[in-house]
Structure formats: structure tokens, C-alpha cells
């Protein structure tokens, strides 16, 4: 039996079976559909992208994985150099790893690590925000607030370590003057935060959150899993705002295998170095630096610098904007657009019960949840295909 995710298998429906994709098309057996979620937000290249493949072939010829563990490779090394060149300021220390919730996992363990290795123990408390997710792993659970994973909460109660605020900056500054000393960092997605609801906010208050952590020594984190490589219009928000600690994945690899990467800046990375053993990262997932990923990753950023993808994404979020400028309904209660996201959102979840299979019937794939109706496209889409994902979105509320 295939355990299948986020699902009561006791009702859930029979899942769509795919026997082909290429480009934004996903097949099944009669139908060919447009993935307006490009895959949980990765595959922002399309699939079957012939460089990426390609890259992951040529690969898969020499070898397609050896540890990390006392040994290197190319594809490791050449990825590792990439990131340093395309990421901004000093973010230039990579630990790979097999997931986005991994990736994140690191990140906490860094940052508490980078403390206590700095003999400071008093810093025990991770901050995040409210509507927060950063992965499905036990910390990450924590470190998030999603209305669908509370039962962390009842399994074996609330961290008192983990706090979690809002958006606006009073509540930001109120924060950091009542904890600032048990502080030791502050995690978040920036400007849009994904699972929790397709929520965006001002750039205002990340500017002020870099501000407060560098008065008071705090590590900012910033979760780009899902927000890294264009999706909120900027490469990175990082771009705008430098954070000590940035986790990418969904993206990284162009959709094609799944890996992610954790990159401390120097300051976080020195602290680390030492001729004490115990200071050490104690940290190695099995796969991580897989080097079929670091191909399919290596050609996807490639791909990135070389395809105008910003471009892109300015060309979607414009045609979005105009799609949806004189539409409302009454169960609406609000409409989101950032970059390469469009978010409805609806007052009544069953609103959207049903809406799947009617963008089946007219040739595209979409999975609301909760009640979030929303597209994360892959960047290549056409005008035409963009169009017809959002007229089937507003074809649901007119039926
Ligand atoms: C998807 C996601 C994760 C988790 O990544 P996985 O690869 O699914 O473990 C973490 N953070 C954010 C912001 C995400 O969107």
C-alpha cells in the first residue's frame, strides 16, 4: 500500500495517475494537463527539461552517488562554486542535504550550535511567525505554526522555546525587547509564505527584523525553500534583505530529484572552527551532495542565469494581475499576487471542494487546500496557458 501524503486514506480519492510530462504538461492516461502547482512549486523549468535531463544522464554514466563522508566530487564542487558566485554577500558555506525540511533542520541546529560553541547558553529560543511552515520534521514543526500540524501540540506539548509573532513590526520590536537575551534566532519565509496560506507582506518588516538582529546578536534564518529562485518576482529575497543563514530546495534542482542546501555566512561558519572536535557540525545525511542532484541543480541555475527568468516572471505576475483585476465573487475574500504566485482565498473551505475535478475536465492540474486556491507555475508557460489556468479558476466561481 502507497502511504500517501497529507491524505485520509480511509476516503481519499483515487490519486491521478501520470504517465508522461514535458514541458508545463503532465499526462495521464486521457487527459493532458497543465500543473499550475509546477509539482509543490519545483519544477520551475518545466519537465523533461533537456539540459537538466541531459545533465543527470551524463552523470548517471560515471557514477550517480558516493558519500560526502571523506570523499569529494566534481559536480559537488562545481555546484558548491556556483552557489558562492550567484548567491549574495558572504553567503558562501554550502551543506547539502536530501530535503527542504532537512535543510531546515541544519539551519536550527547551526544556529543553536553556533551559541553554544561560542560558550553563550543562555540563547535557547528559536522566533518564527505565526502561519509559518518550514517542513514537516519535528523542529521544523516547531519552528512553524500551521493550522494542519497543531497536533504536535497534543502529541507531546508546547516547546516554550519556540515563539511565534505576527508579521507587523510592533509585534516584532515587542518581541525582540522581552526576549532579545534568550534570543537565538529568527527563522522565517520571506515575504510569502507558502503552506500557510499563500500570506505576503512588506519587505518593511524584514528590513527592521535585519536591524534588531544585528542589535542584539540574534541569527536571521531565512527559509527560501520555497520563495528562492524567483518565485516572489526578486532571484532571492536575500537579494533585498541579507540574512546569515538561507535554506533553498524545491527549485534547486529544477524539480528533476530532490535535494536542498543550508549556506551560512563567514560569521556563522567561523564559528565553528576550532581545534575542539566537539565544535564540529555533527550532521551528514546519506545523500547528501548526490551527485545526480548537484548535476540536475548545477544545470538548473544555468538555466536561470541564462534564460531572462526575472523577465519571465514580471510577464506572469503582469498577465496574472490583469486577469484578475475586475474579478470578484462574494465567497472570495481575498486575492494574492506576488511574482509567480496567485493565491484566492476563500471565506468557506467546501467552496473549493470540487474544483479539482473540474480543472481536470478542462486540462489543468491545481490542488487547493484548506481554503487557498492557488497557482505556483512553472516560469516557461505561455500567455495562452497562464490565460487558461485562471480562466478555469474564474470558470468555478461563475458555473
Ligand atoms: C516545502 C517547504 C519545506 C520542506 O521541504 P521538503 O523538501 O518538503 O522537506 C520547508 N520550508 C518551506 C518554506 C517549504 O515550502
Known sequence: MIWYPYEQMKTMKEPYKI??????????????????????????HGYKNPKITNA????????????????????VQKLEQKLREFLPGDLDYCFFSDSGSVAVEVALKMALQYYVNKGEKKRIKIMGLTHAYHGDTFKTMEAGDDEDYHFILEAYGENVNAIHIPTNIEALENAFSMYHEELNCFIVEPLLQGAGGMRMYDI????????????????LIFDEVAT???????????????PDIIVLGK????GHIGHAVTVANKKVYDGFLSDSSEKALMHGPTFMGNALACSAALASIELF??????????????????????????RIKEIRIMG???CLEVYDSSTLKGFQEFAYEKGVFSRPFLKYLYSMVPYIISEEELV???????????R
Open 251 to 254: 527549485a534547486l534542482t529544477g
Open 305 to 330: 542565469e541564462e534564460g531572462n527568468y526575472l523577465e519571465k516572471i514580471k510577464k506572469i505576475e503582469a498577465i496574472t494581475r490583469r486577469e484578475f483585476e475586475n474579478f470578484s465573487d462574494e
Open 340 to 342: 509567480g504566485c496567485a
Open 228 to 242: 528562492g529562485f524567483g518565485r516572489t518576482g526578486y532571484r532571492f529575497v536575500s537579494d533585498l534583505v541579507l
Open 204 to 219: 518593511a518588516f524584514l528590513k527592521r527584523a535585519r536591524e534588531l538582529c544585528d542589535k542584539y546578536g540574534v541569527l
Open 19 to 44: 504517465i508522461d510530462a514535458e514541458g508545463v504538461y503532465i499526462y495521464t492516461e486521457n487527459q493532458k494537463l497543465i500543473d499550475s502547482v509546477s509539482s509543490w512549486w519545483s519544477v520551475i
Open 56 to 75: 543527470i544522464k551524463n552523470q548517471a554514466d560515471k557514477f550517480s552517488h558516493v558519500m560526502l563522508g571523506g570523499l569529494t566530487h566534481e559536480p
Open 388 to 398: 487558461k489556468v485562471f480562466t478555469t479558476m474564474k470558470e468555478w466561481f461563475r
